[in-house]
């Protein structure tokens, strides 16, 4: 089968939806930080991210106010959570292993996920033609299971991991259009996700159409089409599937 366009989808915030794994990702800072400081819980990683994502902590630990001084600006609770952790002294080291902790939470399904309301049939009635790639920074082990339980792992024709975005976009955006047979129709190469700088402005900067699920504001952000939701972008994304100019 011929392939007339190439969707290109982000993972988290877009495919998968939960905050399940980010505040995991949180908890398991604030343990690399409490083992630095006499062995004392801090939930401060935690909490900032809570607030982030619009469910607070009854029990907040001194320190949120000025912690969340770190976060602002940051495009989603990934980015708050590398931000507050390393200004509260998580080195390196401890942020990966946390990082790998959460993913392997999702991939044991130990985590709550959902996928957007209709996304599998929407992806299935999709024209003969199109092409649907994942591409994501995270490890394979976070991905592809938790597809499955969604799901969706039988609606995505590839799954590109480890992307490294946003500088390793540009070049899985020219290997995806050049094995199309599409390398000089940036048009038919459509980019959905939910920030920005990572998802969306490698593919704009191509010329390239894209996608923006706004969860978080971005006044700065410049997509083609832009929602608070996926299912919103649903129409947007069938009439550019469904365009043959």
């Not at 709550?112 to 994942?134: C, K, M, N, Q, W």
């Not at 995505?156 to 129709?185: Q, Y």
Request: proline share 7%.
């Amino acid at each position: 089968m011929t392939t007339t366009h190439v969707l290109v989808l982000d993972f988290d915030g877009t495919v998968c939806l939960g905050d399940g794994a980010v505040l995991t990702y949180g908890r398991l800072l604030d343990d690399a930080l409490a083992a630095t400081d006499d062995g004392h819980p801090r939930r401060v990683v935690e909490a900032v991210l809570a607030r982030f994502v619009g469910s607070p902590l009854d029990d907040e630990p001194e320190g949120v106010d000025e912690a969340l001084a770190h976060a602002q600006g940051s495009p989603d609770g990934y980015v708050v959570a590398e931000r507050v952790s390393r200004a509260l002294g998580v080195d390196d080291a401890a942020r990966s292993a946390a990082y790998a902790g959460a993913r392997a939470a999702l991939a044991e399904g130990r985590l709550d996920i959902s996928a957007p309301d209709g996304l599998a049939g929407f992806l299935d009635a999709l024209p003969e033609g199109v092409r649907v790639v994942l591409v994501t920074n995270s490890p394979e082990h976070g991905v592809v299971q938790p597809l499955e339980r969604l799901g969706l792992a039988d609606r995505v024709d590839e799954i590109v991991t480890d992307a490294r975005k946003p500088s390793g976009l540009p070049a899985v955006l020219d290997r995806l259009r050049a094995e199309a047979g599409l390398g000089d129709r940036p048009d038919r190469l459509l980019s959905v996700g939910d920030i920005w700088p990572n998802d969306l402005e490698p593919a704009a900067a191509q010329g390239s159409p894209t996608a923006l699920v706004e969860r978080f504001a971005a006044p700065d952000a410049r997509p083609t089409h832009r929602a608070t939701t996926l299912p919103e972008l649903y129409p947007a994304i069938r009439a550019w599937a469904t365009g043959a100019s």
